[in-house]
């Protein structure tokens, strides 16, 4: 979108070192697709929140589709994007990760990316998340995932001389220290990599963030 001088508006890069090193990934990768594709990207981001993701995207030209269960992070959203001038290419949808398949109705385009940051943690069941994700995602199309992993967390206990918890993290199936962990689920990449493949996605690359 141009700015007052009529200037492409340049997106405003999402700040911090694991933020900054997903979006750099994302953005080549936005670019590169709607290099090859030659219009805007159809992108969806799950437990999108607030906007970090979708308006830096929105911003850079591209249509982006919020699903999120928090109606106050959508209406952040809205906010932000109405005062970055994208709310036109921005659509807040409350729901989550296991109802992303209603989207698939026959009249909604797919999507070229799709992004689950920091969600795939959470939902009630990945198998049930990843299964939507791909009835929605368009031939071609790639989906941009990240996640909690098991073997940070137990090095950050060790460290913190909480061994019992680092062992913990290392033997129990759910990478969790115990009951009252807050983190839901943590995983091993080789588990990830199973749970993709089992739904029939194909690994590009993978990275390690703050490791």
């Known amino acids: 979108m141009p700015d ?9 890069a999402p ?20 290099a090859r594709l030659g219009r805007p990207l159809r992108v ?3 437990g999108g929140g607030t906007g970090g993701t979708a308006v830096p995207l929105a911003q850079a030209g591209h249509d982006v589709t919020v699903v999120d269960p928090s109606p106050d992070a959508l ?15 921005v ?30 943690e959470v939902v009630d069941d990945p198998d049930v998340a990843l299964a939507g994700i791909a ?5 071609g199309g790639t989906l ?7 073997l940070p967390a137990a090095l950050a206990r060790a460290l913190a001389g909480e061994f019992e918890r680092a ?25 990830v990599l199973a749970l993709l493949r089992a739904h029939g996605l194909s690994v590009v690359d993978s990275h390690g963030v703050r490791i």
């Open 4 to 12: 007052e001088r009529g200037h492409p508006r340049r997106p405003s």
């Open 15 to 34: 700040t911090g070192l694991r933020t900054a090193a997903v979006w750099a990934t994302l953005h080549q990768l936005a670019e590169e697709a709607g």
């Open 44 to 46: 969806l981001d799950i």
């Open 75 to 89: 209406a952040s959203l809205r906010r932000r994007a109405s005062e970055c001038g994208v709310e036109h290419r």
């Open 91 to 120: 659509d807040a949808v409350q729901g989550d990760a296991d109802s992303v398949r209603d989207l698939a109705d026959g009249s909604t385009p797919a999507f070229d990316i799709v992004c689950l940051h920091g969600t795939l």
């Open 135 to 139: 009835a929605v995602l368009a031939p």
């Open 144 to 150: 941009s995932l990240v996640v909690a992993q098991r």
């Open 167 to 191: 062992s913990a993290i290392l033997q129990r199936p759910d990478g969790r220290w115990g009951d009252d962990d807050p983190a839901p689920r943590r995983f091993d990449e080789s588990t």
